[in-house]
């Protein structure tokens, strides 16, 4: 089992980066990076089978992955946030429109 690190997952991140079209959830985030993984053979868990017509919903079992591929998740979600990558969307900043 590979042992994962920030700078080991960051290119999954990266490549996954590109196919969030929604808000910046950690969920989206993870599934964007896992799907990346799994295209690579990674090892990881889905809940249920790929489905061709559902694409972006892919359902992985992200709570039951290892502990170093979760926390190097979140830390890289917060490494793209912190360098302004990414930024969440928040309901408590208004929206002024341009």
């Excluded at 089992?1 to 990266?14: A, G, K, Q």
């Excluded at 929604?22 to 993870?30: D, G, I, K, R």
């Excluded at 790929?50 to 992955?65: G, I, K, M, Q, S």
Aim: hydrophobic share 35%; net charge positive; with cysteine.
């Amino acid at each position: 089992m590979p042992e994962y690190t920030l700078s080991s997952i960051l290119p999954f991140v990266r490549s996954g980066f590109r196919r969030i079209r929604s808000s910046f959830t950690l969920t989206a985030f993870a599934n964007a990076t896992w799907t990346e993984l799994e295209k690579s053979g990674a090892p990881v868990r889905r809940m249920r089978p790929y489905a061709e017509n559902n694409p972006d919903n892919p359902e992985f079992a992200h709570n039951f992955e290892p502990d170093d591929l979760r926390q190097s998740a979140v830390e890289a979600r917060l490494y793209l946030q912190r360098r302004g990558f990414a930024i969440p969307a928040s309901r408590n900043v208004p929206f002024c429109p341009g």
